[in-house]
């Protein structure tokens, strides 16, 4: 049995299309999930505090609380704003710089982060309708906590002349550093989802779930968290699909190339066998073997195939015209291509003799 002819680049690619579609979709299958249990979660209010309460082992698995941000002790205190304080603060010291890229052939930006620090105090989100509070646990853990920006600035880089020829020969120009600081302002509306339990000392607390659902401390309202969650599921989607049809239409590609290559191995056989067929047919309309002799005496070197000069020529090739070989030997040939012209062979004509 013939193998299937796919190449090793060809082979690469279905695998790496049917992976990535994998990958992509089971993204998207858990990201619809959480667009679920969002859709699904309860809103903290009184009666779910009451409902908590009440709860054995005092845990919510998925609940959502909006609130503004309220620090437990001290408030951390901008470093480049006056009267400017946070529960999160984030500083970040990026150098920026450019690189020659040789395939490119231009300067290519690059950024690189120099210092990263991250700072956190305890806070709780004070919900407007009822006043309750809720200590949230371990922010840094949950998604979608995008931090405000409350100072910016890039100090540009000075270069002397030595300098200057040193960057182009050693293929880096250094731009210069931003220096950034960004807040979780006290005052700021979160939207927070998480598990909410109760504790022993009677305090309220959302923490990330302990079933592995993904946990959410948002700036946006729930329904524009809810919007941005069924966003992501739909990108996932779209490309675990893009990738599918791809691998889809390669599988497609290459069993149209096996087909056709079937279908010309069949018909090449089929002409073997007919031209078989009235070879014997032709032997049989001889009238005596010395007839036979005399005609392969007269005609051995003007009707003998070029190629194996032994059998008669026995077909016309089209569309050039030639009688110039046996069957057998246009078959052996490495290319269609006729052995007195090498114009291409369109199709070939079975030769009768009498």
Known sequence: MDSIPISLLELTCLGSSVALSGLFFYIYKRKNKTVGKLKDAPRFDEQLSAILNATPGKCLRYVIIEGAVQPLGEPLRSQYQENCFGVIQKLILKEHKLVWNNIARSWMDSEKTLHQRVYTVPFDLV???????????????????????????????????????????????????????????????????????????GVVKLRPPS?????????????????????????WRVLAAL???????????????????LREKREREERRREFERMSLEGLGVRQSAGEEEEERDGEITENTCVICMSRPRGCVLLNCGH????????????SPNCPICWSAVSRVVTLYQA
């Open 127 to 201: 919900t407007a309708h009822a006043g309750r509070s809720v200590r949230v646990l371990s922010p840094l853990e949950a998604s979608s906590l995008h931090l405000e920006v409350v100072h910016e600035k890039f100090h540009q880089a000075m270069h002397g002349f030595s300098e200057i020829i040193g960057n182009y020969l050693s293929g880096e120009k250094h731009k210069g550093v931003l220096e950034t600081e960004e807040m979780v302002k006290v005052g700021a509306m979160l939207t927070g989802v998480g598990e909410l339990i109760l504790d022993t000392d």
């Open 323 to 334: 009688v110039c070989c046996c069957f057998r030997c246009y078959q052996a040939l490495p």
């Open 211 to 235: 079933d592995g659902s993904e946990y959410f401390l948002s700036p946006s309202d729930f329904e524009s968290l809810l919007g941005e969650q069924e966003g992501h599921a739909g990108v």
């Open 243 to 261: 990738c599918g049809l791809a691998g889809a239409a390669l599988l497609l590609v290459v069993a149209w190339r096996h087909y056709n290559r």
